[in-house]
């Protein structure tokens, strides 16, 4: 939702627009009164690129223990660092878990499909990309078949594609089994050495991905063509992070609210860390 210039936000209960001026409420629960306008969930606002693209905090790279292998407990028939052994060190350096081939790939959390090969040129054969919630990613290599489409949502567990030998042109161009490359704080990988561990991330957790909650604290500020992403922090102040342009904010479908009022932005100041 948009409010234009001459639009009055919401206050809070027990408060009209005829009351009390609006920096007399007190900046937290002023700007509480603005961002309970629009809703957002979780998953929306990792579907929206803004998580990865602007940094948000709280909490990219925090997946330590929560990841799911892709195929379970099964063989390494090499490792994240005998990738990073080899002469020359491997491209894109990740672990190999020996299964035969036609074995269902899941998603090791939850997230959106953001990259799909089918065809199995170079020496990575098929492979599917995973943009995770957390803002870190996945790729998996060498895959018989992908059963999922670009842009979909997927949860921790669910299958998304099944094992292959696919590499250099051909469906046996290396022995069957998947390669899983994980990269932190990134929704759309460009260095391909820059990879993790894999391994260092995956553990047996309860509950590793709550569901989808609405966050009724996010929203876009335009104050006076100034455009910032505003997004919670525990229970200190929301911070503020400054977007170039627009941001296509419109489009993004989070809420957008324009301070052109004085006494707006002074409140808006008063309760989030980092407007100018």
């Excluded at 090499?78 to 878990?97: A, I, L, V």
């Excluded at 909650?213 to 929203?219: G, H, I, K, N, R």
């Excluded at 296509?248 to 479908?253: E, I, K, P, T, V």
């Amino acid at each position: 939702m948009i409010l234009g210039e001459d639009s009055r936000p919401d206050l809070p209960p027990g408060v009209s627009h005829d009351g009390p001026r609006p920096e007399d409420l007190g900046g937290l629960a002023y700007l509480r009164g603005l961002s309970r306008r629009g809703f957002l969930t979780s998953a929306a606002l990792a579907a929206s690129g803004l998580s990865s693209a602007f940094g948000l905090p709280p909490g990219s790279a925090h997946a330590a223990g929560s990841y799911q292998r892709p195929c379970g407990n099964v063989r390494i028939s090499s490792s994240w660092q005998d990738h990073r052994n080899r002469t020359p060190p491997s491209g894109e350096p990740g672990t190999d878990y020996a299964v035969g081939t036609g074995t269902p790939v899941m998603a090791a959390a939850n997230g959106t499909i953001r990259f799909v090969k089918t065809d199995t040129s170079t020496a990575t054969g098929r492979v599917v990309g995973m943009a995770h919630d957390d803002g870190n990613y996945t790729r998996h290599l060498h895959l018989s078949r992908i059963i999922v489409a670009n842009g979909q949502r997927v949860s921790r567990g669910q299958a998304i594609a099944y094992t292959g030998a696919s590499a250099n042109g051909s469906d046996s161009g290396v022995g069957p089994h998947v390669h899983t490359s994980l990269w932190l704080n990134t929704g759309s990988p460009t260095d391909f050495r820059a990879t993790v561990d894999f391994e260092s991330y995956v553990g047996d957790v309860t509950a590793p991905n709550p569901p989808d909650q609405e966050v009724d604290e996010v929203f876009i500020a335009n104050v006076k063509g100034s455009w910032y992403l505003v997004v919670p922090q525990g229970t200190s102040k929301p911070r503020a992070v400054v977007l170039g342009g627009d941001s296509n904010a419109a489009a993004s479908g989070i809420p957008v609210l324009n301070f052109s009022w004085d006494p707006s932005i002074n409140a808006l100041r008063a309760a989030v860390d980092g407007i100018g």
